[in-house]
């Protein structure tokens, strides 16, 4: 059985920072590449950031210079370092594992791409 289980979710005030944690279990964490996606109220889910085997990395426009992923493949862990948050950040938080193709990283953005999905972590953000 795969397992992904995320933490460090909460609640923080505009301009603070959080780091996310993605643990996973049951698969051949070398072999993923990682990602995280969040899901706000009433919208669409979207892409944060992905990482590949290689450690490359990839973020959308709405977090590139204020948030960082990082994996240790000895802990089978991702991560995401969040700073600057803003309001606009509030949503739950998904980890996920895909098989990586060694194809394009933009291709990591798509949902699709990933075969495991963790629980999800609340971040909430006030101003």
Avoid at 47 to 60: H, K
Avoid at 108 to 119: A, E, I, K, N
Wanted: contains cysteine; hydrophobic residues 35%; proline residues 2%.
């Amino acid at each position: 059985q795969v397992q992904l289980v995320e933490s460090g979710g909460g609640l923080v005030q505009a301009g603070g920072s959080l780091r996310l944690s993605c643990a996973a279990s049951g698969l051949a964490f070398d072999n993923y590449a990682m990602g995280w996606f969040r899901q706000a109220p009433g919208k669409e889910r979207e892409f944060v950031a992905a990482i590949r085997w290689s450690g490359a990395t990839y973020y959308s426009d709405s977090v590139r210079g204020r948030s960082t992923i990082s994996r240790d493949n000895a802990k089978n862990t991702v991560y995401l370092q969040m700073n600057s948050l803003k309001p606009e950040d509030t949503a739950v938080y998904y980890c996920a594992a895909g098989r990586d193709t060694g194809r394009d990283t933009a291709t990591l953005s798509f949902g699709g791409t990933y075969d495991y999905w963790g629980q999800g972590t609340q971040v909430t953000v006030s101003s």
